[in-house]
């Protein structure tokens, strides 16, 4: 596999956004609990078949597009294929001295992201550190670990010891990144409103923010057509967020809170976004965060 990416990443990004469209057909066709769930999934939002049908080619394409992001040398710059939109928000973040949270849902390609902000701000500013769930296949696990190793990008496990090195992140001024519309495991997250239906959902954004005063920030990579590049949009986080560490309802209307957020950035373009992605599904029973621990021990150790 590592030696597929690597022929892969050498192929122009226009082709391998063509392959990957033909991939997300094959995907979309040849599995039915694959369709139906991105059907439903796109309902539920209320975005019309005609529309979502064009999220289908857009899922292959994040596939077919990560040799090129993963492997391509570490020199090889973004510059000619990356603009970026509300980067001001930012400069402003920093200029305060204050660390930065990027919420990113599963749309458009949230890798590229995280690889726009390292190339462009982390020889200031410090790395954007992203966490990550381990792969459960040992192959897998390898070629992501090795791929994602760039310069100023860092990864942190979705452990205790990972949100600890968040946090000493952040105290320094720097950024992460968070996947908020992803299932956590079990014990770390809440059920909360996703489109009018209970979802899962982490309560680590909005506690990283409120002990370390860092910003939040939305941001979300746009794939342009034609293999042309992404476009990075920022902006700000603008919904009411309780305090997520009080008691329990708090923690779930702060998720509520990081869930609207999210809706109102998939809205903006509901064909890039992840339908299939299994968003409503029960988590896994798996040492995770506790929450009343997790930020006891938070106090203790930082």
């Known amino acids: 596999m590592l030696i597929l990416f690597r022929w892969l990443s050498r192929l122009p990004l226009w082709l391998l956004h063509v392959l990957g469209g033909v991939l997300g057909w094959i995907s979309y066709?040849?599995?039915?609990?694959?369709?139906?769930?991105?059907?439903?999934?796109?309902?539920?939002?209320?975005?019309?078949?005609?529309?979502?049908?064009?999220?289908?080619?857009?899922?292959?394409?994040?596939?077919m597009e990560l040799p090129y992001l993963w492997m391509r040398p570490a020199q090889a710059s973004l510059a000619g294929k990356l603009r970026w939109d509300g980067d001001d928000l930012i400069t402003q973040a920093h200029a305060q001295g204050k660390?930065?949270?990027?919420?990113?849902?599963?749309?458009?390609?949230?890798?590229?992201?995280?690889?726009?902000?390292?190339?462009?701000?982390?020889?200031?500013?410090?790395p954007i550190t992203v966490l990550y769930r381990p792969a459960r296949k040992a192959w897998l696990r390898e070629l992501v670990d090795t791929s994602r190793a760039r310069p100023g990008l860092a990864t942190a496990p979705a452990t205790l010891a990972g949100v600890r090195q968040m946090i000493r992140a952040l105290r320094r001024g720097e950024a992460v990144g968070l996947l908020p519309d992803q299932v956590p495991p079990g014990d770390m997250g809440v059920w909360a409103p996703f489109f009018g239906r209970p979802?899962?959902?982490?309560?680590?954004?909005?506690?990283?923010?409120?002990?370390?005063?860092?910003?939040?920030?939305?941001?979300?990579?746009?794939?342009?057509?034609?293999?042309?590049?992404?476009?990075?949009?920022?902006?700000?986080?603008?919904?009411?967020?309780p305090d997520a560490s009080s008691d329990a309802a708090a923690q779930a209307e702060s998720a509520a809170a990081v869930n609207r957020a999210m809706e109102d950035i998939i809205r903006r373009s509901p064909q890039q976004y992840l339908w299939g992605y299994d968003r409503y599904k029960t988590p896994r029973a798996e040492l995770a965060l506790d929450g009343a621990a997790s930020a006891t021990d938070h106090k203790k150790k930082d």
Do not use: C
Request: proline fraction near 6%; avoid cysteine; charged fraction near 15%.
């Open 29 to 63: 066709l040849g599995s039915g609990r694959y369709r139906r769930r991105f059907d439903a999934n796109a309902a539920q939002a209320g975005v019309p078949p005609r529309l979502a049908r064009r999220a289908v080619a857009q899922s292959g394409r994040l596939v």
């Open 199 to 241: 979802a899962y959902t982490m309560t680590l954004a909005a506690r990283l923010a409120q002990q370390t005063g860092a910003v939040l920030l939305l941001a979300w990579g746009e794939r342009l057509p034609r293999g042309r590049g992404w476009v990075v949009h920022v902006a700000p986080f603008t919904q009411p967020l």
């Open 99 to 126: 660390g930065i949270v990027f919420l990113t849902p599963h749309m458009g390609s949230f890798e590229v992201t995280a690889q726009g902000y390292a190339e462009r701000f982390a020889a200031q500013h410090g």
